[in-house]
């Protein structure tokens, strides 16, 4: 294991500093290989700090293990990504099409999040634990829609909880079953699985929440129907590994394709199935004909036909229909995709990077790697949905070599049931469904009067898990005494991203704050996500920042104000010249609406210039007023 990365180590030490969460384990991965990994922080409160060896949930990263069993089941004629989810799941049959005209709903859609569900992660992440049965009973009943079949992306973990049941069907395995025997174990990756219990506690780490009183621990969900999409736990060392299988496939040609089954070649073969998450006794009996032995490698090193694993990292589809306004002289933006459980970003500079994130109550992570030159990162943290891309992001960018060819890897080298009601066509472009109208006014009604039984009615149950309703009435309180007592803005009126979203503003005597919900793809759908912006109190490090900044970027002074101390690790002068820039952009600006933000630590507010309106997000120390992150969005 190599030393000789302080910039990286920096990098996430400054980064941990921040307090985003107890621990960070994080690699990188060079040549194949895990060649460096550090660990900040406690895996447990009190306990020692994580290494590559410590097991976190790794979330939604457990997609690209779904999708790899997906193509393997394809390369050996077991199923086709064209083939209707329906021929699998029977449930599904009865489902309505989207449109008179739509197409049925296909593995591939499932695969590129094109399947037409609304995105799901508050409510999806608390489905983990989901029996089988039950899980069948909720897609007898259909679900809610927001687009047609292939038509659009939009991220759904109810598409890759569908996959788990065709990867079930079409194996006659039980999913983790043959996830394990198939991916896992070939591959070496004993420290991965579906179970905290497979693992010893003082190599688990331990998940938390931020609570009013600190961070508050979190237990464990068990292994149930939604595993497919993010019922993974793995650690930095085999996460390095699996990094590194997909890495080496590019370029083609380079080595001797080690997966798959060449034509003609009889099929590996399953011995008996073990319950959900149970561990394997033993060495699981792997067959070719007698040609692989029990739990030997494939020539090369991996199950998965090298062929497949591009594939995974091809664009499949587009995850947005334009990239974000950045201000003159910013970077060039690249088109971003989804592939196969995996997304796929086309760096003006740096080439392809293919990358995938996981967040979970307790859990946060994410693996990022460059194909040009095989360097990967993978970090992992232990707190509910803590960010871990934008460290990957900083770190790949701090070991990437810099080449012109960048792009070299990628070229290719020699050598519902029937009798349920049919649900309601897809919304126009930019309208909500009339539930999610329905459901606004609901809101807007228990935001002026909480009251924890309507509360209950009109939301999923992950909503309090996720923020139990004591603090969310502690957030409502911050608001009024902050802006005072609030109504809906009738100056502005809500928009929508997509039909079962909604944002719109509540303004008050001393300022407009935003809120936004997210309904789920249950039918009737339901609220799973309700999000509040919290201003910063008056005369608090935050409102002292915010005031301070606004000042200076108004009076066009060039020196940084004294007034606004910099943590250390944070670039005072790349910060000047960007909120500079945007000042001048901007012109003379006042300070707006509130975006986002819990009003201590955090704030995103719209400062409306005389030429442009943009978005001033700012992270501090509560505890010392430190600037630590200056952000500017138009």
């Known amino acids: 294991m190599r ?12 980064y941990f500093g921040r307090g985003g969460q107890p621990a960070i384990c994080y690699g990188i991965v060079a040549d194949g290989a895990l060649v460096h990994a550090a660990g900040f922080g406690a895996r447990a409160l009190g306990g020692p700090p994580p290494d590559a060896g410590t097991v976190f949930r790794i979330a939604s990263m457990s997609k690209s293990f779904t999708a790899s069993a997906v193509l393997l089941l394809r390369d050996e004629g077991l199923l086709a990504l064209e083939d209707p989810a329906e021929k699998y799941v029977p449930e599904l049959a009865g489902w309505p099409p989207a449109t008179p005209d739509s197409d049925r709903v296909t593995i ?8 037409g569900f609304p995105t799901d992660d508050p409510w999806g992440d608390r489905q983990q634990g989901l029996p089988l049965a039950e899980f069948g009973d909720l897609l007898a ?7 047609a079949p292939g038509t659009r992306f939009e991220y759904s973990n109810l598409g890759y909880a569908i996959l788990g049941r065709v990867i079930a069907a079409a194996s006659g395995t039980e999913y ?10 070939p591959l070496g990756l004993a420290r991965t699985g579906f179970a905290a219990a497979e693992f010893d506690a003082a190599g688990l780490a331990t998940g938390y929440r931020r609570g009013m009183g600190g961070w508050e621990e979190l237990p464990f969900d068990p292994y149930g129907a939604f595993a497919p999409m993010g019922g993974v736990f793995s650690c930095v060392a085999d996460l390095a590994r699996w990094v590194a299988g997909f890495a080496a496939a ?25 319950a959900p ?24 090193g991996h199950p998965l036909r090298a ?22 002289g910013g970077g060039a933006v690249g088109p971003a995709y989804y592939g196969f459980g995996l997304f796929v970003d086309e760096d003006a500079g740096a080439g392809r990077v293919v990358s995938h994130s996981g967040g979970y109550p307790g859990f946060g992570s994410n693996m990022r790697w460059h194909l040009a030159s095989g360097l990967g990162v993978i970090a992992l943290g232990n707190a509910t949905y803590a960010a871990m891309s934008a460290l990957t992001a900083a770190v790949l960018e701090a070991v990437r070599p810099r080449s012109a060819a960048s792009h070299i890897a990628l070229a290719p080298v020699a050598s519902e049931s029937a009798s349920a009601a049919p649900p309601a066509p897809p919304a126009p472009p930019g309208q909500p469904w009339p539930q999610t109208v329905a459901a606004r006014e609901q809101v807007n009604r228990l935001l002026h009067s909480w009251d924890d039984a309507a509360a209950d009615a009109l939301f999923t149950e992950n909503v309090a898990l996720d923020s139990p309703y004591q603090e969310r009435r502690r957030t409502l309180a911050l608001i009024r005494e902050r802006i005072g007592d609030f109504a809906p803005s009738a100056a502005r009126p809500a928009e929508s991203d997509t039909p079962a979203h909604c944002r719109w503003w509540l303004a008050g005597e001393r300022g407009t704050v935003q809120v936004q919900i997210q309904l789920n793809p249950q039918r009737p759908p339901r609220v799973q996500s309700l999000t509040l912006a919290v201003p910063p109190a ?24 004294s007034s606004v101390p910099v943590a250390p690790g944070a670039d005072a002068r790349l910060l000047g010249r960007r909120l500079r820039m945007a000042a001048v952009w901007a012109g003379r600006a006042v300070a707006g609406a509130y975006r986002a933000g819990d009003g201590a630590a955090s704030v995103s507010v719209e400062l409306a210039g005389e030429d442009a309106t943009i978005v001033l997000s700012l992270l501090v120390n509560p505890a010392t007023g430190e600037l630590r992150q200056a952000d500017i969005t138009l």
């Open 141 to 147: 009943g259909g679900v809610s829609v927001n687009w």
């Open 3 to 14: 030393s000789d990365f302080p910039a990286a180590d920096a990098i996430v030490s400054n």
């Open 108 to 115: 591939r859609h499932l695969l590129t999040m094109t399947a």
């Open 250 to 274: 590019f370029p083609p040609g380079a080595v001797v394709d080690p997966g798959g089954r060449p034509p003609g070649a009889p099929r590996l073969r399953l011995d008996g199935a073990r």
């Open 277 to 300: 998450g149970e561990l394997p006794s033993g060495t699981p009996r792997l067959r070719l004909d007698g040609a692989l032995a029990a739990g030997e490698l494939p020539p090369g």
């Open 176 to 185: 983790s079953a043959f996830v394990r025997t198939r991916l896992l174990v």
């Open 307 to 328: 062929a497949s694993r591009r594939e995974m990292q091809l664009p499949q589809a587009v995850t947005g229909w334009r990239a974000p306004d950045r201000l003159p």
């Open 538 to 561: 008056a005369g608090s490090p935050l409102a002292r920042a915010l005031q301070s900044l606004l000042a200076w970027m108004n009076d066009g002074a060039t020196q940084w104000p």
